[in-house]
Nanobody, 124 residues
Framework: QVQLLESGGGWVQAGDSLRLSCAAS????????VGWFRQAPGKEHEFVAS????????YYGASVKGRFTITRDSAENTHYLQMNDLKPEDTAVYHC?????????????????RGPGTQVTVSA
């Protein structure tokens, strides 16, 4: 059974940092593109970051570029999203997604698997 599980969310103040983790079971994440998306209440999913299945290309949404970094640890079958200089507008549920042999699409519907999400709340 394929499962993605996010962790690392929490309640922080503006300017703080968090690192989210996406642990996989039932699949080998190094064969998958991984994307991070976030969803605030009443809004659509917003693209945050992605990395190609090869791991040679990463992409970022305009609102997080320069502050967030996506990385992976193939040995741990885990991807990470390092989030620095957090802002109140970063408040959302963050989901990791996976697409076999994907290139890192910014479109959430292109991903085959999605985790339940982890809440990130940033206070001013």
């Amino acid at each position: 059974q394929v499962q993605l599980l996010e962790s690392g969310g929490g309640w922080v103040q503006a300017g703080d940092s968090l690192r989210l983790s996406c642990a996989a079971s039932g699949l080998t994440l190094s064969n998958y593109a991984v994307g991070w998306f976030r969803q605030a209440p009443g809004k659509e999913h917003e693209f945050v970051a992605s990395i190609s299945w090869v791991g040679d290309k990463s992409y970022y949404g305009a609102s997080v570029k320069g502050r967030f970094t996506i990385t992976r640890d193939s040995a741990e079958n885990t991807h990470y999203l390092q989030m620095n200089d957090l802002k109140p507008e970063d408040t959302a549920v963050y989901h990791c997604t996976a697409q076999p042999y994907g290139m890192g699409s910014p479109t959430v519907s292109h991903y085959e698997h999605r985790g339940p999400g982890t809440q990130v709340t940033v206070s001013a």
